[in-house]
């Protein structure tokens, strides 16, 4: 059974720092590429950060210079590491694969930044 759980959010000032992880199982990441997405309220889903398995990354305009993201192969688990924090990132972040459904799917963590 293919699961990916994403874990790590919360509260945070703006300026500050989230990690978030993402564990899977059922697949490796020899199989998919890894994706981050976030949805605000009353917003579309929105492309973060997207990795390969050899640790080929991009990013999203709007979090370059800011995020990173990066994979454990032995815990089978995806991180995005978020510095300088802005309210505008608030959101709830969900982690894909190629065997999501949809991008902003399944169980997201939730972001807050205040100003």
């Known amino acids: 059974e293919v699961r990916l759980v994403a874990s790590g959010g919360g509260s945070v000032q703006a300026g500050g720092s989230l990690r978030l992880s993402c564990t899977v199982s059922?697949?490796?990441?020899?199989?998919?590429?890894m994706k981050w997405f976030r949805q605000s309220p009353g917003k579309e889903c929105e492309f973060v950060s997207t990795i390969s398995s050899d640790g080929f990354a991009s990013y999203a305009d709007s979090v370059k210079g800011r995020f990173t993201t990066s994979l454990d192969n032995a815990k089978n688990v995806v991180y995005l590491q978020m510095n300088s924090l802005k309210p505008d990132d608030t959101a709830v972040y969900y982690c894909?694969?190629?065997?999501?459904?949809?991008?902003?799917w399944g169980q997201g963590t939730q972001v807050t930044v205040s100003s």
């Open positions: 059922g697949f490796t990441f020899d199989d998919s590429d």
């Open positions: 894909s694969s190629v065997y999501t459904p949809r991008d902003c």
